[in-house]
């Protein structure tokens, strides 16, 4: 399938599709990892599993269905991950995600906190701050590289 959603420059094969499927996430930042990619690829039964705790009550699985063929996701950026290892019954992972909707770029960017539930890791909360991103898209010019993170120009990117 190529390279993972995720960033982590990992074929998806072998990095989120696995845990997607149905193998144990085994870091806070490895479900946090999937978890991203499931909003790429759709999976809302996957995001809805792993969630619990505040997350589940707030799960919004029509809405989310709504929202997603209008949402395209460009990229993630993990900023900070606190405990959250194998031996951990709780972590942290602060990130950032860029995504365009109905055509507008925006960063969102989030402290997730996750917990062992039943010895598999879950996402319980997290205070999301999304926002345009137009800052990041008035300072690139033709031949920069577009602020989404794809690696292309920008002309070919987000300026096309």
Not at 45 to 64: M, P, V
Not at 119 to 134: N, T
Not at 143 to 153: A, I, M, Q, T, V
Request: net charge positive; charged share 25%; with cysteine.
């Amino acid at each position: 399938m190529g390279p993972c959603f995720c960033g982590s420059k990992k074929a998806f094969e072998l990095c989120c599709g696995p845990v997607i499927a149905g193998s144990p996430a085994p870091t806070a930042e490895a479900l946090m990892r999937s978890r991203y990619a499931a909003f790429v690829v759709g999976d809302l039964d996957y995001l809805q599993k792993t969630s619990a705790g505040e997350a589940a009550l707030k799960f919004n699985r029509a809405e989310l269905a709504l929202s997603l063929p209008d949402t395209q996701w460009l990229g993630l950026e993990i900023i900070a991950t606190e405990a959250g290892q194998p031996g951990d019954n709780r972590g942290s992972v602060t990130f950032k995600a860029r995504f365009r909707e109905n055509g507008r770029l925006h960063v969102q960017g989030e402290r997730s906190e996750f917990r062992r539930v039943g010895g598999e890791w879950r996402y319980v909360s997290g205070e999301a701050d999304a926002r345009p991103d137009p800052a990041a898209m008035a300072r690139a010019g033709r031949n920069d590289p577009c602020p989404c993170g794809s690696g292309k120009k920008f002309k070919k990117c987000h300026g096309a």
